[in-house]
C-alpha cells in the first residue's frame, strides 16, 4: 500500500490517491459534501454518504440493507446495522481491527474506533516531549508527573499543583475570616476550619483519639484518621500527602457532626453546658 497518511501516530496506508485523501478528511474534519435540500444543514466526507443520507431522509427509500441468511430476511437502513445483526447468525464480531498483527474484532463501529487509538497512541503535546502513551491512563500520568504546571498565588510566592488547593490556600490572605469558637463551657479556642474544631473537641474534650501511629516506637494518637494520614509522610517522607479535597468530608457535614455532638453532650451536662455558642458558620 504505497501512499501513507502522514498525520502524526497514524499509520494507515491506502492503495490509491483518493483514499488517502478521504481518509484526511477524518484528521481534520472537514466534510465537503454539503446537503443541497432547503433546510438541511447536513455535510459529509464522500458523495456517497451524501447519497445514502439523500435516499434515508428525503427520498424516503426502504431499507435497502437485507440480510440474505436463510429464513431471515431482514432489512436496515445502513450497512453497519445489518453487519450488526449479522452476527446473530455468524457468532462472529463484524468490525475487525485493520491494525498489521491485531486479530481482534467489535459489535459496533464505536469500540473499534476506540481500540484502534491503542495502535495510535496518546503523543505528548508538549514541545519536544517524545512521550507516546500506550493508554489514556497512561498519557495523563505522564502529564501530571512531568509536565507540572504550578500555579502561583497572586498575593504571595507559593505556587500549587491544582486550581483547588490555591483556591484553599488564598483564604489566608482574606481581610474577614470565619471563625469557629469552641461551644464548650469555658473553652476560648477559635478556629478557621471545621475540621481543626472537630479535631480539637474529639482530642481535647473527650479524649478520643482512635487512631494511633503504626510505626514502631512512635507511640503518638490522633482524633481524626486524616490526621494520621498526614503524620505518616513523617516516618515515610516519599509518601504522598493527603489529598484533603477527596477524603475530607465537606465543611457543613463536620458542623453538623460538630453540633450533633455537642448536643449530645448538652443533653447529658444538662445546665453546666453553655447555651451561646457565639459562632460565625462558615
Same mark, same amino acid.
Given at each position: 500500500?504505497?501512499?501513507?497518511? %502522514?498525520?502524526?501516530? /497514524?499509520? +494507515? ?5 483518493? #483514499?488517502? *485523501?478521504?481518509?484526511?478528511? @477524518? ?37 435497502? &440493507? *437485507? =440480510?440474505? &441468511?436463510?429464513?431471515?430476511? $431482514? ?7 445489518? $453487519?450488526? #445483526? ?10 475487525? /481491527?485493520? #491494525?498489521?498483527? =491485531? ?39 505522564? $502529564? ?8 502561583? /498565588?497572586?498575593?504571595? @510566592? ?33 478556629? %478557621? ?9 474529639? @482530642? ?6 482512635? #487512631? ?7 507511640? $503518638? %494518637? ?17 509518601? +504522598? ?22 448536643? @449530645? ?18
Amino acid at each position: 500500500k504505497p501512499f501513507v497518511c %502522514t498525520q502524526d501516530g /497514524c499509520d +494507515k496506508r491506502f492503495t490509491r490517491s483518493f #483514499h488517502l *485523501t478521504r481518509h484526511q478528511l @477524518s484528521h481534520s474534519g472537514e466534510k465537503p459534501v454539503r446537503c443541497t435540500v432547503d433546510g438541511c444543514d447536513a455535510a459529509f466526507t464522500t458523495t456517497s454518504n451524501l447519497k445514502k443520507h439523500m435516499a434515508r431522509k428525503h427520498e424516503r427509500q426502504e431499507k435497502q &440493507y *437485507t =440480510c440474505e &441468511y436463510e429464513g431471515c430476511g $431482514k432489512s436496515f437502513k445502513k450497512n453497519s446495522r445489518l $453487519k450488526i #445483526h449479522q452476527y446473530e447468525h455468524t457468532n462472529l464480531l463484524p468490525f475487525k /481491527c485493520n #491494525h498489521e498483527g =491485531c486479530e481482534k474484532s467489535f459489535p459496533v463501529p464505536s469500540k473499534l474506533k476506540r481500540h484502534e487509538k491503542v495502535h495510535m497512541g496518546y503523543p505528548c503535546k508538549e514541545e519536544g516531549c517524545p512521550f507516546l502513551g500506550k493508554t489514556w491512563t497512561e498519557f495523563m500520568k505522564h $502529564k501530571r508527573t512531568q509536565h507540572i504546571e504550578l500555579l502561583q /498565588c497572586d498575593q504571595c @510566592s507559593r505556587s500549587f499543583k491544582s486550581a483547588w488547593f490555591l483556591q484553599q490556600h488564598q483564604y489566608v490572605h482574606q481581610a474577614e475570616r470565619a471563625v469557629l469558637r469552641c461551644p464548650h463551657q469555658g473553652c476560648p479556642r477559635t478556629y %478557621t476550619t471545621a475540621f481543626n474544631l472537630q479535631s480539637h473537641i474529639l @482530642s481535647f474534650h473527650e479524649e478520643q483519639r482512635p #487512631h494511633a501511629c503504626p510505626h514502631p516506637g512512635c507511640g $503518638k %494518637t490522633f482524633a481524626m484518621r486524616q490526621s494520621l494520614q498526614r503524620h505518616g509522610v513523617v516516618h515515610d517522607p516519599e509518601k +504522598k500527602k493527603l489529598k484533603v479535597r477527596s477524603q475530607n468530608p465537606s465543611p457543613s457535614v463536620l458542623w453538623l457532626n460538630i453540633l450533633s455532638q455537642w448536643g @449530645s453532650n448538652c443533653a447529658a451536662l444538662g445546665s453546666e453546658c453553655q447555651t451561646d455558642l457565639d459562632l460565625q458558620l462558615p
